[in-house]
């Protein structure tokens, strides 16, 4: 039995079909491959970025405490220099166990328990 040309044309377009249907399937398994090692990929930059995060959380946290101590370093230079200008001391502290401390005209500083 000879094949007519429909008969080719049928095993032409079945062999085009299996083809592209090769082609897709590698292709898709190609794409399913790169989206898995994007997916990767934004894992590592997602924990990366939170560690930054805690970081600059950390870093804040820490750059508020130096302002604090720079405006109470600010706080004791005023008081010195208020000591200086009217020659008498000025109290800087006084904590709960009744321990003040003074800043005293000449630079230094004098601590006294009140009873």
């Not at 032409?12 to 989206?35: E, I, N, P, Q």
Request: one cysteine or more.
């Amino acid at each position: 039995m000879t094949c007519g040309w429909r008969c080719k044309l049928n095993g032409y377009l079945l062999a085009v079909l299996a083809t592209v249907a090769c082609v897709s399937l590698f292709w898709a398994v190609d794409k399913h491959h790169v989206a898995a090692e994007l997916e990767q990929q934004l894992v590592n930059q997602q924990s990366i970025n939170e560690q930054q995060q805690q970081q600059l959380q950390t870093l804040a946290a820490e750059l508020t405490q130096w302002r604090e101590l720079e405006r109470q370093r600010q706080e004791i230079r005023r008081r010195h220099q208020q000591a200086q200008e009217t020659g008498q001391p000025v109290a800087l502290n006084t904590d709960d166990a009744g321990v003040t401390t003074y800043a005293q005209p000449h630079g230094g500083v004098r601590i006294s328990r009140e009873p």
